[in-house]
């Protein structure tokens, strides 16, 4: 079966950013966002940061999972941003820069779909040798959708 994440991610929510910080990675999914939903661009903006006041989302490994519940999203949205150049002052529970982010946004008055959308992803991007594909198939979007949607 296809991972659950899968059905909100389509080739063109496959992003190659420059990355280099921080910042410029997470502006970088804001505006893909803002190009997938109905949501206002400072309204994303805003609960990124709040969520990444709170904790980082850098969880090592070189992986950062960016994600927000804003109430009234119309529907789960998922991005994957691989980076050229790695972003290293993105903080993280290891020294590894983030070479890959994966964001998700959903519906805060929704939490179990929140959560199961969460597992999906982290379960996914846990498997032996997931992540390593994904920054072989360079920049090729479609060998990365692939890749995540494997069975």
Not at 35 to 44: H, K, P, W
Not at 48 to 69: C, D
Not at 102 to 112: L, Q
Request: charged share 35%.
């Amino acid at each position: 079966m296809k991972p659950e994440f899968v059905k909100y991610l389509q080739q063109d929510s496959i992003l190659i950013v420059d990355g280099e910080t921080k910042k410029k990675l997470l502006d970088d999914i804001i505006a893909h966002a803002c190009t997938r939903c109905t949501m206002d661009e400072d309204q994303i903006r805003e609960a990124i940061w709040k969520r990444e006041r709170m904790m980082t989302t850098g969880v090592g490994k070189g992986l950062a999972l960016p994600h927000i519940r804003i109430n009234g999203f119309p529907s789960p949205l998922v991005i994957v941003a691989v980076c050229r150049k790695p972003a290293a002052d993105y903080k993280k529970l290891d020294d590894e820069p983030v070479t890959l982010a994966v964001f998700f946004a959903a519906d805060e008055r929704d939490p179990e779909a929140y959560l199961r959308l969460l597992g999906s992803i982290s379960s996914r991007l846990k498997e032996d040798g997931v992540i390593a594909k994904i920054h072989e198939a360079g920049e090729d979007r479609k060998k990365i959708f692939d890749i995540l949607a494997a069975e």
